[in-house]
Antibody, heavy 120, light 108 residues
Framework: QEQLVESGGAVVQPGKSLKLSCVAS????????MHWVRQAPGKGLEWVAV????????YYSDSVKGRFSISRDKSKKTLYLQMDNLGSEDTARYYC??????????????WGQGTMVTVS | SFDLTQPPSVSVSPGQTARITCSGD??????TYWYQQKPGQAPVMVIY???KRPSGIPERFSGSSSGTIVTLTISGVQAEDEADYYC???????????FGGGTKLTVL
């Protein structure tokens, strides 16, 4: 069964750091591009970051560039998001998202249930 | 970066056809993807590459594209279709992804 399970969400103070994890199962994690997408309470979806299967490059939204870092560990089938210097604007549910799979590379075809980050 | 614009809300009666638009200059060059999100749930892809339907998505969901405007059409709307719908695309170099602001579909 294909699955993405996020963890690491918490209530943190402004300026602090937090690291999110996402464990993948049921598919070949090492060959898939992965993204983080977030959603502030009552708001829309916002793309955060992407890392290709080989981790040769990473891209970020302007709102998190320089503060967040995406990474992956193929042996653990785990995606990470290191978040530094958090602000209230980062309060959101963070989703781990698979891109492609059985669909084109830009298709977000599998989503985890998300993990909540509250900066307060 | 670029922007994708959606109407905040669309309302239809059961059995009618709902059309949700998404506009943006980038859409004339890049494919669009559509996601359905019900309250308390993660989004689910309902259309990819403008007009293709993933397996398991009902046939009443369809997509079309014309220049810089793409449209998600739900024919014969059912109560279970009430949800938020988001369009999404990427820049041509695949370095930036954008979602539209979302459209709340209300089934009257």
């Amino acid at each position: 069964q294909e699955q993405l399970v996020e963890s690491g969400g918490a209530v943190v103070q402004p300026g602090k750091s937090l690291k999110l994890s996402c464990v993948a199962s049921g598919f070949t994690f090492s060959s898939i591009t992965m993204h983080w997408v977030r959603q502030a309470p009552g708001k829309g979806l916002e793309w955060v970051a992407v890392i290709p299967y080989d981790a040769t490059r990473r891209y970020y939204s302007d709102s998190v560039k320089g503060r967040f870092s995406i990474s992956r560990d193929k042996s653990k089938k785990t995606l990470y998001l290191q978040m530094d210097n958090l602000g209230s604007e980062d309060t959101a549910r963070y989703y781990c998202v698979r891109a492609g799979g059985d669909y084109p590379p830009h298709a977000f075809d599998m989503w985890g249930q998300g993990t909540m980050v509250t900066v307060s | 970066s670029f922007d994708l614009t959606q109407p905040p809300s669309v309302s239809v009666s059961p059995g009618q056809t709902a059309r949700i638009t998404c506009s943006g200059d980038a859409l004339s060059k890049q494919y669009t993807y559509w996601y359905q999100q019900k309250p308390g749930q993660a989004p689910v892809m309902v259309i990819y590459k403008d007009n293709k339907r993933p397996s398991g998505i009902p046939e009443r969901f369809s997509g079309s594209s014309s220049g810089t405007i793409v449209t998600l059409t739900i024919s014969g709307v059912q109560a279970e279709d009430e949800a938020d719908y988001y369009c999404q695309s990427a820049d041509t170099r695949a370095t930036y992804w954008v979602f539209g602001g979302g459209t709340k579909l209300t089934v009257l």
